[in-house]
């Protein structure tokens, strides 16, 4: 009987772990967005990153691509779950939270 509410309710919070970001990253056209605050970008951050501070986020929500898939990274996944609430409430369609964060990353930092 709700059903429905379930699935529309974990389509709307979608998340992946940094490894499995890791993973689908050579073959897709995404958008990271990384909303840790420039002093900790600055300290390593995944190379096509666009950084925007959660803090800040709301008033630079402008200048992230539409139409694309936006993979939202932290150091460990809280702050890039609130930014993909607010980005989703800004009508960005297709976010997802990485969880673990750059805690869990293991890739390539720049």
Known sequence: MFGWF???????????TAQQLE???PLQD??????REASEYAQGHIPSALNRPL??????????????KLYVICQSGMRSARAAGLLRRHGYA?????RGGMNRWTGPRK
């Not at 803090?55 to 694309?68: N, T």
């Open 6 to 16: 379930f699935k529309s309710r974990a389509s709307k919070s979608s998340a992946i």
């Open 30 to 35: 995404a958008v990271i967005v990384d909303v």
């Open 23 to 25: 993973a689908l990253l």
């Open 94 to 98: 297709d976010v997802v939270n990485v």
């Open 55 to 68: 803090s800040r986020l709301a008033a630079k929500v402008s200048g992230i691509p539409q139409g694309k």
